[in-house]
Structure formats: C-alpha cells, structure tokens
C-alpha cells in the first residue's frame, strides 16, 4: 500500500517564522488529513483536505493539495514553541471501501525555538 | 472525556512470552484500528475492526491477533513475543461516514520484547 512521503524529516525554526513540511504519494486519494503528536503522546487530527479541494485553512494552518502532482504541504504560521511536535500526512485511498483506513507518511519532526 | 484508553502504557516481556493489549472507546465508534510505530517509519495498519465481531488484517498482520468481542473494546494479542514486535502500539478508532474521516488516538503503548 503506499506511504506519504514526508519532507524535511526535521524542521528547526524560530518562534514567530513559518514552518512548511510537504507530503508525496503515488496513488489516487480520496482525502488527505494532517496529524500532529507530541512527544510521548497519541497523534491528533489538525485538517483534512479533500481531494477535489485545493486549499484549506484553520486557524495558523493552511493546507494544500496539488493532486496533479501528488503533493501536499502544510504551512504552519506565525510558529510558537507549542508547536514543537512531529507531524505527519495520512492518505485515504480513493476507490473501494476503505472502512476509514488511513496509511501515514514518516513524519516530520518540527521544534520551535523560543 | 476518556476518549480512547489503551492499557496498558508500557510492559516489558521476554521472548516467546504471550500478552494482550487492550483497547477501549467510549464514542460509541464503529472502526477501530491497532497500529504500530517506529523509528523513521511512520504508523504501520496491524488490524483493524468494522464493527463487533468482525476483525481484517491490515498491512503488518503477522505475530498479531485481535478481537473484538465488545464494540468499545478492541484486543491486541501477541502469542509469542518476538524482539522484532518491540515498538509503540497505538489505538485508533473512528465514526463510519463521519465527514471530517478523524480518527481518534490513545496514547500508545510501549512494548519492550527482550
């Protein structure tokens, strides 16, 4: 099944600038969600894009999707060290039923620096 | 707001040791999934179940088995613990046709296979 890829793999910023990780995949998705987990801790869902959706925002996030080039980026604003955490893409498949299953990439590991 | 629990948060066992993880959800979900993670390399789909009484493999099946007796409970077994099932066990679950697709996380499990 495929895997996002997830680039940087470590992404390290100053409070205040701006943090951009991007995801690739191979296949057809139905949507595109962004994960974020603190250390020690579960992975929450911060957005979910679709794949006849081009841009969404919430808050100081701001996804996009280019599904002609199979890429995603995640734009993080105005960053401040709560941010720190890894972050990572999740692919739902297009086609069949999925029974909600979702394949994530490798992350990306944020830290904000005060 | 318990959420998803997973008990328990961390075991260590020996090799060819048995154990059983479990997994409980009080949102009255239908999907719940069991994954494993690693370093560098994301979450891996182990199981994942649609409703009670039914279970399907997912993308790393092998050494695992699950069951899902309850529809808020979701068992994870190992049968003989390998060095190679060493990682962080999370637990997911998820609303069929929910319109965000969120899947919901407890905060792992981490298991030490010696």
């Known amino acids: 099944s495929q895997q996002g890829e997830e680039d940087p793999q470590a992404l390290s910023i100053q409070e205040g600038e701006n943090a951009t990780m991007n995801c690739s995949y191979k296949?057809?998705?139905?949507?595109l969600q962004w994960y974020r987990q603190n250390s020690g801790r579960g992975l929450v869902h911060l957005i979910l894009i679709r794949s006849n959706e081009r841009e969404k925002h919430s808050g100081r996030l701001r996804v996009t999707l280019d599904t002609s080039k199979k890429s995603s980026s995640l734009l993080i604003t105005a960053s401040r060290a709560a941010d720190t955490a890894s972050y990572f893409c999740a692919l739902k498949n297009a086609g069949g039923t999925s029974y909600g299953k979702l394949t994530f990439g490798q992350g990306t590991i944020l830290t904000v620096h005060p | 707001n318990a959420g998803v629990t997973q008990t328990p948060k961390f075991r260590v066992l020996k090799t060819g040791q048995s154990m059983t993880l479990l997994c409980a959800q009080d949102m009255n979900h239908e999907y719940m999934y069991w994954y494993r993670q690693d370093p560098g390399m994301g979450l891996r789909l182990i199981h994942y179940s649609v409703g009670e009484g039914t279970t399907a493999k997912g993308e790393v099946p092998d050494g695992y088995n699950v069951s899902r007796l309850k529809k808020q409970n979701f068992l994870l077994g190992l049968e003989s613990a390998a060095p190679s099932q060493t990682s962080v066990y999370f637990c997911?679950?998820?609303?069929?046709?929910?319109?965000?697709?969120?899947?919901?996380f407890g905060e792992g499990s981490r298991l030490t296979v010696l």
């Open positions: 296949t057809s998705i139905n949507n």
């Open positions: 997911a679950s998820s609303q069929r046709g929910s319109p965000t697709g969120e899947l919901f």
